[in-house]
């Protein structure tokens, strides 16, 4: 067996490592365009802020420890022009050399990756306007950043450019976000990116929405941004953050079936439409473990995961990829987003029937110090209750729940699974009572008809005449410092011997802080013979449908 | 309906307020013996060391919002004597008046929770000598501590024992811990306690193993605790924390069966040997998950859901309570210790055949600051690779862990599902390759039988003769710094050019420090025809099985 890998950094120098462990006799060339070998792509924005001191801490393996330990022939600085199918021999050229040589295989893994998008606009290519995909990339902002840069922008509001603010406002430099969108992180449902919004305001980081760059331009002081809006952005470092394109030329170009995105097709094995040519990582078209949809997810841990399966059915074992559920994670200062599995948007679109609920707990019990907020928004299947998505944004604890959520989705767990799950409780570390099985009381409480429950948008989107008599439950403090507009305040508390208060010929949407009180309002109302629904999530959630205060 | 709950902590405060959400009508009596309602015992040990500085953060509700939120009738200081079963009364006590009374009912929740066992040796109701249930205890041992505490015997090496352990030394007291079996955190297996016996060595609590307190004596200087190897242990205040015994004096009395533990016995619906008694939490004899059988998990988790699942029965649902897997988990200073499912004990003594996987990974990716080590243990089917049992034990990072295999066991899922599972990865929070997807990847290779491998202890166990080769493959510096006796030293990186210095007529055990390059050893010798294993999770898993440092 002849077996050559063309990239070497996630999925490629996995692939390599596990057909090694499957075979020792197979002959494997690991082609790598640039001089480095599976090195941390997800650490470079933390090693441009000087969070990771050192340089070498990125380069989880080198050439030559994958030369010495697994027998690997490794040509680093090399790129694979083209690929002869019928021949079965690739075009590979040295880079430093010039040299160009064939090389036979029986099998070929693609492990291409996805390479940032630069938009065909004026002055994308002068100097200090960057893309971040490598070391090399690394070394060059940060040899501008050592230079000297007071203000940088960055176009795009996704992980990379949000990780890239942080360590930004970290070395004092006056950070600016550009994204198109009207939201940031579009992975993500709008509202529950709003608390990184709030988190970016409170750290000084400019955002800019509805907003997208259309020239750039050198003038004697430095770089500057000419917006679509008409606002010019100086900066000394401009970084484009708006997503990756599959590197697919060499799959293309050998007549390999390619999706609408670009992405290379590939079956549950990860084979391509040549039998013997494989594709693994962020240049192939996935499968969506929920929705079943071809999407892209350029995510290290399905890269790893694929690069190993690939090897497998190269080495005579049947083992398919059962897919991709888009679980990702982002940092931004001390908060965290972290999303599974499909979001409301996803659903909206492939027009699949769901509900969601909102819970706002604390990471750990609150009566044990430093238990930090948290929001979840469960989607879920309004008849059967399988869990279809989770986000999670707020603290600490955050990553733990999301993982516990893909988990559940991988499982095809419902709401009903969520009530019963037995995690570990100390004071430390969670609750006698979990956000998770919170999340699932409140689905659960939905689906057996317990809980009627109205999303905050769907209650305010009505005309005013038609909306429902909105209810605050909560203190007449909680209520002065903010409300509901037009909203009337019974305490919980009183509601029993205030019932007369209240219509009876219309709809009563209740709501508390977070959807608890609410609850148990909605419970006394119904058993009163009043027509009532609790506001999923109470105040918080409505709050996070708001744009943030200025 | 009228409702009467005895015990207002964790479950029978759930069950009450369940019960009023699903019935405004019925008429529901708390009764609680003690002055406080659902108060938080698991924070006890840490209001008594000021980590949480104020007494009102431990009453997680109070009587006077039960009233007025869930229109209960809370009756504390309220001891019920006896049930009458026949004539569906109970006498109740009011501790303060001594006044007695009956009350009817329809349906009783029996919440009695468990007591802390006192064994029966001279000296044990000496002042100064206590065991920790409620805030009444705290209170004392809070107050002792005020008067000066310069050394503290803890009797019992559980979860209360080493919390508090952790607690008198934040005080500055000198802490003792005596267990009288050969290991602490007894639900755990041995080896995987080590850790927590050398963090606490290395904080200075003495631990005493295999010992136990044989008589208490009061000297001129304070108490002595005498143990049966003859120490004598002089101390200001002394804590059992030996286990607890269901408090069932009240179901005994009343005939309802109870198990030989003496948990009382109720079925699936959480229902007694009365179909109008239901039983929930530390009282009662659960079903363990995993195995099936009858077992007793005094944890606030199950507590709190069994309280839920009771009403949700008596109020006219069908629900079915699925068992207790006996997730749990502890901090002991800067580490934690945490498992869910069936321990390697149980499983030998259930004759449960099983197969276990160790490894050791950071808590998240290596190359960003501040991983910390954890140590993995998990049990699982030698068929089916269905999960059985995880362990852990390290710093941050392994709550998550655990919570995500206690999911994995309730979904019935597989160590090939581990292999896929899709966690959230950035390098704050994790590894593109999780210590889940590790676990999984080692347990799945070994039932594909890719991956053969001996459990260390197994592979010391045989006579010197019938012993594995024992080849370590970590580098020199590694094997120089200590290694399992009568091993030979051949780096990975070296092996292929030297396998003509291993035997071809003996098994060849290989073994480096985790056990990946072992893996990939065991490979390499397999294909040159060998016959080869690697000792599952290296020199670290040996390491577990010796006795600590002194």
Same mark, same amino acid.
């Given at each position: 067996?002849?077996?050559?890998?063309?990239?070497?950094?996630?999925?490629?120098?996995? *692939?390599?490592?596990?057909?090694?462990?499957?075979?020792?006799?197979?002959?494997?060339?690991?082609?790598?365009?640039?001089?480095?070998?599976?090195? $941390?792509?997800?650490?470079?924005?933390?090693?441009?802020?000087? @969070?990771?001191?050192?340089?070498?801490?990125?380069?989880?393996?080198?050439?030559?420890?994958?030369?010495?330990?697994?027998?690997?022939?490794?040509?680093?600085? #090399?790129?694979?022009?083209?690929?002869?199918?019928? *021949?079965?021999?690739?075009?590979?050229?040295?880079?430093?050399?010039?040299?160009?040589?064939? @090389?036979?295989?029986?099998?070929?893994?693609?492990?291409?990756?996805?390479?940032?998008?630069?938009?065909?606009?004026? !002055? &994308?290519?002068?100097?200090?306007?960057?893309?971040?995909?490598?070391?090399?990339?690394?070394?060059?902002?940060? @040899?501008?950043?050592?230079? !000297? &840069?007071?203000?940088?922008?960055?176009?795009?509001?996704?992980?990379?450019?949000?990780?890239? *603010?942080?360590?930004?406002?970290?070395?004092?430099?006056?950070?600016?976000?550009?994204?198109?969108?009207?939201?940031?992180?579009?992975?993500?449902?709008?509202?529950?990116?709003?608390?990184?919004?709030?988190?970016?305001?409170?750290?000084?980081?400019? +955002?800019?929405?509805?907003?997208?760059?259309?020239?750039?331009?050198?003038?004697?002081?430095?770089?500057?941004?000419?917006?679509?809006?008409?606002?010019?952005?100086?900066?000394?470092? &401009?970084?484009?953050?708006?997503?990756?394109?599959?590197?697919?030329?060499?799959?293309?170009?050998?007549?390999? =079936?390619?999706?609408?995105?670009?992405?290379?097709?590939?079956?549950?094995?990860?084979?391509?439409? %040549?039998?013997?040519?494989?594709?693994? !990582?962020?240049?192939?078209?996935?499968?969506? *473990?929920?929705?079943? %949809?071809?999407?892209?997810?350029?995510?290290?841990?399905? /890269?790893?995961?694929?690069?190993?399966?690939?090897?497998?059915?190269?080495?005579?074992?049947? &083992?398919?990829?059962?897919?991709?559920?888009?679980?990702?994670?982002?940092?931004?200062?001390?908060?965290?987003? /972290?999303?599974?599995?499909?979001?409301?948007?996803?659903?909206?679109?492939?027009?699949?029937?769901?509900?969601?609920?909102?819970?706002?707990?604390?990471?750990?019990?609150?009566?044990?110090?430093?238990? =930090?907020?948290?929001?979840?928004?469960?989607?879920?299947?309004?008849?059967?209750?399988?869990?279809?998505? $989770?986000?999670?944004?707020?603290?600490?604890?955050?990553?733990?729940?999301?993982?516990?959520?893909?988990?559940?989705?991988?499982?095809?767990?419902?709401?009903?699974?969520? @009530?019963?799950?037995?995690?570990?409780?100390?004071?430390?570390?969670? #609750?006698?009572?979990?956000?998770?099985?919170? $999340?699932?009381?409140?689905?659960?409480?939905?689906?057996?008809? %317990?809980?009627?429950?109205?999303?905050? =948008?769907?209650?305010?989107?009505?005309?005013?005449? =038609?909306?429902?008599?909105?209810?605050?439950?909560?203190?007449?403090?909680?209520?002065?410092?903010?409300?509901?507009?037009?909203?009337?305040?019974?305490?919980? %508390?009183?509601?029993?011997?205030?019932?007369?208060?209240?219509?009876?010929?219309?709809?009563?949407?209740?709501?508390?802080?977070?959807?608890?009180?609410?609850?148990? $309002?909605?419970?006394?109302? +119904?058993?009163?013979?009043?027509?009532?629904?609790?506001?999923?999530?109470?105040?918080?959630?409505?709050?996070?449908?708001?744009?943030?205060?200025?």
């Amino acid at each position: 067996m002849k077996l050559l890998i063309v990239g070497g950094v996630a999925g490629g120098a996995s *692939a390599a490592a596990r057909s090694r462990r499957l075979s020792e006799d197979a002959e494997i060339v690991l082609f790598e365009r640039g001089p480095d070998v599976s090195f $941390a792509n997800c650490g470079l924005p933390y090693f441009i802020g000087g @969070e990771i001191a050192e340089r070498k801490k990125l380069l989880v393996t080198t050439p030559e420890l994958l030369r010495s330990r697994f027998k690997l022939d490794v040509r680093t600085g #090399s790129s694979v022009e083209s690929i002869d199918r019928e *021949a079965k021999k690739v075009r590979v050229r040295d880079l430093d050399s010039g040299r160009e040589y064939d @090389e036979t295989y029986d099998k070929v893994i693609l492990a291409t990756g996805a390479a940032p998008f630069r938009p065909s606009i004026p !002055g &994308v290519d002068l100097p200090g306007v960057f893309t971040l995909r490598n070391l090399q990339d690394t070394d060059h902002i940060k @040899e501008r950043v050592d230079r !000297g &840069v007071k203000q940088v922008v960055l176009l795009g509001g996704g992980f990379i450019s949000l990780e890239l *603010a942080e360590n930004f406002v970290r070395l004092g430099i006056s950070t600016t976000v550009v994204e198109k969108n009207d939201q940031i992180l579009t992975p993500f449902d709008k509202e529950m990116t709003q608390p990184i919004v709030e988190e970016l305001a409170s750290r000084g980081v400019k +955002l800019l929405l509805g907003q997208s760059a259309e020239a750039l331009e050198q003038t004697a002081e430095g770089l500057v941004v000419c917006l679509d809006s008409g606002k010019r952005l100086p900066a000394q470092l &401009v970084i484009f953050g708006i997503g990756v394109r599959p590197e697919n030329k060499l799959a293309v170009d050998a007549g390999l =079936e390619v999706g609408p995105r670009g992405g290379i097709r590939v079956n549950d094995h990860l084979r391509t439409s %040549d039998p013997n040519i494989y594709a693994v !990582g962020d240049a192939i078209e996935v499968k969506d *473990a929920v929705a079943g %949809d071809p999407t892209q997810v350029p995510l290290a841990g399905p /890269a790893n995961r694929q690069g190993r399966i690939a090897a497998d059915n190269i080495f005579g074992r049947s &083992v398919k990829y059962r897919g991709t559920q888009g679980t990702a994670i982002v940092g931004v200062f001390d908060r965290t987003a /972290a999303m599974t599995g499909a979001s409301e948007k996803v659903l909206r679109r492939a027009n699949r029937p769901f509900r969601k609920v909102y819970v706002h707990p604390t990471h750990h019990a609150g009566y044990y110090p430093g238990a =930090e907020a948290m929001t979840l928004k469960l989607l879920f299947d309004p008849t059967t209750g399988q869990v279809l998505g $989770a986000q999670g944004v707020g603290g600490s604890g955050v990553d733990k729940r999301i993982d516990v959520l893909a988990v559940a989705i991988q499982a095809g767990m419902t709401v009903f699974d969520l @009530e019963e799950m037995e995690l570990a409780y100390a004071p430390q570390y969670g #609750s006698a009572k979990d956000p998770i099985n919170m $999340a699932g009381f409140v689905a659960g409480g939905l689906l057996r008809g %317990d809980h009627p429950q109205v999303d905050v =948008e769907a209650a305010l989107a009505a005309p005013t005449a =038609e909306r429902p008599f909105l209810l605050d439950v909560r203190t007449p403090h909680d209520f002065t410092s903010g409300h509901i507009p037009g909203a009337v305040n019974i305490p919980v %508390d009183d509601l029993r011997s205030r019932l007369g208060e209240l219509p009876r010929d219309r709809k009563i949407a209740a709501y508390c802080q977070v959807g608890q009180r609410g609850y148990l $309002a909605t419970r006394i109302l +119904l058993q009163a013979g009043l027509s009532a629904v609790n506001i999923g999530g109470g105040y918080k959630t409505f709050k996070l449908f708001q744009p943030p205060d200025p």
